[in-house]
């Protein structure tokens, strides 16, 4: 068992940056690669970014690459997600999801757990 909580979100402006982190306790936490997805009022879940055990591959969603980093600390068992010149189409419910696999998968269902998720807003 993997317990994820999710902090950093909250309102900001368009352009604006805000950091999101996944504390993870549980099992050991290099053993899992780490995603964190999204999900808007009406709309599916949908990926955002992806990170292996090691931290060594990162797999980003088109319409946030260049915008998004995502990384993690195995020795902290956290996960972070940097998010940079933030749209307002960006606005959603962030969750972190970790999958006991040695790749980067992009679908929801290959995570074994989750996170409660936290707000991000941002305004125009």
């Known amino acids: 068992q993997v317990q994820l909580v999710e902090s950093g979100g909250g309102l900001v402006q368009a352009g604006g940056s805000l950091r999101l982190s996944c504390a993870a306790s549980?099992?050991?936490?290099?053993?899992?690669?780490v995603g964190w997805f999204r999900q808007a009022p009406g709309k599916q879940r949908e990926f955002v970014a992806t990170?292996?055990?090691?931290?060594?591959?990162?797999t980003y969603a088109g319409s946030v690459k260049g915008r998004f980093t995502i990384s993690r600390d195995n020795a902290k068992n956290t996960a972070s997600l940097q998010m940079n010149s933030l749209k307002p189409e960006d606005t959603a419910v962030y969750y972190c999801?970790?999958?006991?696999?040695?790749?980067?998968?992009?679908?929801?269902?290959?995570?074994?757990?989750w996170g409660q998720g936290t707000q991000v807003t941002v305004s125009s």
């Open positions: 999801a970790a999958a006991r696999q040695s790749t980067t998968p992009q679908a929801p269902a290959a995570y074994d757990y």
């Open positions: 549980g099992r050991t936490f290099s053993n899992y690669a």
């Open positions: 990170i292996n055990w090691s931290g060594g591959v990162k």
